[in-house]
């Protein structure tokens, strides 16, 4: 999480001591190194080509909970700029964490883009 997300390392030990935080992301691990392989340096805070993301043509759903932090924010919004078919919603009361673990409070958006 410190080399491939740039986060502190203080951070990192804080969640250690989080009541079933740092068990959730243990179970995640394994799908970091996809999650990288993904994303490439797309996460270092420069800014997004319409050049780059045009190809990716299908519809997409951005969402991002209310009190997500500020960098999620304008991620989603960036993505949501340079995808053609992309829409951002932002999902009241939840944060980065809920809406990761959150698939109730996740389906009825889902169900509604997915139902064209």
């Given at each position: 999480m410190t080399k491939a997300q740039g986060m502190p390392a203080?951070?990192?030990?804080?969640?250690?001591?989080?009541?079933?935080?740092?068990?959730n992301l243990k179970e995640m691990a394994h799908t970091l190194p996809y999650d990288i392989a993904v994303m490439g340096d797309t996460q270092q805070g420069k800014p997004l080509t319409a050049e780059m993301w045009s190809p990716a043509t299908a519809p997409t759903l951005v969402m991002t909970g209310s009190?997500?932090?500020?960098?999620?924010?304008?991620?989603?919004?960036?993505?949501?700029?340079?995808?053609?078919d992309a829409d951002h919603h932002t999902l009241q009361g939840l944060n980065h964490g809920a809406v990761v673990m959150a698939p109730k409070k996740l389906a009825p958006m889902l169900i509604e883009f997915l139902q064209g």
């Amino acid at each position: 999480m410190t080399k491939a997300q740039g986060m502190p390392a203080f951070m990192v030990g804080s969640m250690r001591l989080m009541p079933g935080v740092w068990s959730n992301l243990k179970e995640m691990a394994h799908t970091l190194p996809y999650d990288i392989a993904v994303m490439g340096d797309t996460q270092q805070g420069k800014p997004l080509t319409a050049e780059m993301w045009s190809p990716a043509t299908a519809p997409t759903l951005v969402m991002t909970g209310s009190k997500s932090p500020d960098g999620f924010q304008s991620a989603a919004r960036a993505v949501t700029e340079v995808l053609p078919d992309a829409d951002h919603h932002t999902l009241q009361g939840l944060n980065h964490g809920a809406v990761v673990m959150a698939p109730k409070k996740l389906a009825p958006m889902l169900i509604e883009f997915l139902q064209g």
